[in-house]
């Protein structure tokens, strides 16, 4: 599985913007997909997964971000409204496999800056 990773860049706050990761290779819909995130200097935390059942935030984002799923074109995104610059990070997308050996893909890192 590969993914790759678009659409960051700088946004005031208050904006919006959309993320999206286009996967290929053995993609199935009941596997999960969904985006870490990066601030400077701190470690990689999950904000938005979802599966063929159901979708999770972290509280941080919760009501502001929207993670979907376009299956037909294996096309995850994340939409992102009311930024804030505490939203600044590195954006990875995953892949994890729900059957062994559980396998978890990630794409290159896309940057989103939240400034005036």
């Known amino acids: 599985v590969q993914l790759q990773a678009s659409g960051g860049g700088l946004v005031q706050p208050g904006g919006s913007l959309k993320l999206s990761c286009v996967a290929s290779?053995?993609?199935?819909?009941?596997?999960?997909m969904g985006w870490y995130r990066q601030a400077p200097g701190l470690g990689r935390a999950l904000i938005a997964r979802t599966d063929g059942h159901s979708t999770g935030y972290a509280d941080s984002v919760k009501g502001r971000f929207t993670v979907s799923r376009d299956n037909n074109e294996n096309t995850l995104y994340l939409e992102m409204n009311s930024l804030k610059p505490e939203d600044t990070a590195v954006y990875y997308c995953y892949y994890l496999e729900s059957n062994p050996p559980y396998q978890q893909y990630w794409g290159k890192g896309t940057l989103v800056t939240v400034s005036s």
């Open positions: 290779g053995s993609i199935f819909s009941t596997d999960a």
